[in-house]
């Protein structure tokens, strides 16, 4: 089956205690828009961002989540987290995001994409949600969804198909990355041959290996 974008996400500001940035604004509640919408190297036209220390950079210009993965909160919570519920950009559905390469290349919409690294939950995330344990329970279930680069700017709408052009050999995936950061640092040896990570992480790793 091939992969399909079943929603283009955009945040509003929200005011919140718990938002990250010192003002108090987040970006989190991202909502679905209809029609195309240019994704950007510096992240998504009309996308709120309130904490650009730690968003919007173009490591992490578009971040992706599975309708799939939504789904399975949905019930362990009890109530729908519907299209940017997980503040995602770029809601996917039959798509593999946690077993997608690091430095793959997704064609969706006139724009070409590639998966960089996994979402870290942080307390913003929590308490969009109001589950005070969500950061644990998170980590947990290790499906983090993915950011990605903005390798050619184009507009993306949902219902545009998501092909993968290019796919590395090295088959470091996204949920490899996310485990040897958190649950299974004997996997850290593995970031070390994925290129395109973000320098950050493969330095944190060689540290971490270092320190042993």
């Excluded at 998504?44 to 919007?56: C, P």
């Excluded at 870290?120 to 990605?148: E, Q």
Aim: aromatic share 8%; proline share 7%.
């Amino acid at each position: 089956m091939t992969g399909r974008v079943a929603a283009v996400n955009l945040g509003v500001v929200t005011e919140a205690a718990w938002a990250g940035d010192a003002s108090g604004r987040t970006g989190i509640d991202k909502r679905p828009v209809d029609g195309p919408v240019l994704f950007r190297v510096d992240g998504v036209a009309g996308d709120f961002i309130g904490e650009r220390a730690h968003h919007g950079t173009p490591d992490q210009a578009v971040y992706a989540y599975a309708e799939e993965d939504a789904g399975w909160w949905s019930g362990e919570l009890g109530r729908s987290v519907g299209p940017g519920g997980f503040g995602e950009n770029l809601t996917t559905y039959a798509v593999d995001v946690t077993g997608a390469v690091i430095g793959e290349q997704w064609l969706v919409g006139s724009a070409l994409l590639q998966v960089t690294k996994p979402r870290t939950p942080c307390r913003t995330f929590a308490g969009f949600w109001g589950v005070p344990d969500l950061i644990k329970r998170f980590t947990a279930r290790a499906l983090p969804g993915a950011y990605l680069r903005v390798l050619r700017e184009g507009e993306v709408a949902a219902g545009d198909p998501i092909q993968v052009v290019e796919r590395p050999a090295h088959g470091v995936t996204i949920g490899e990355v996310f485990r040897a950061t958190s649950l299974e640092p004997e996997l850290l040896p593995r970031l070390l041959d994925a290129p395109d990570l973000p320098e950050s992480i493969r330095e944190k790793a060689r540290r971490r290996l270092t320190a042993r």
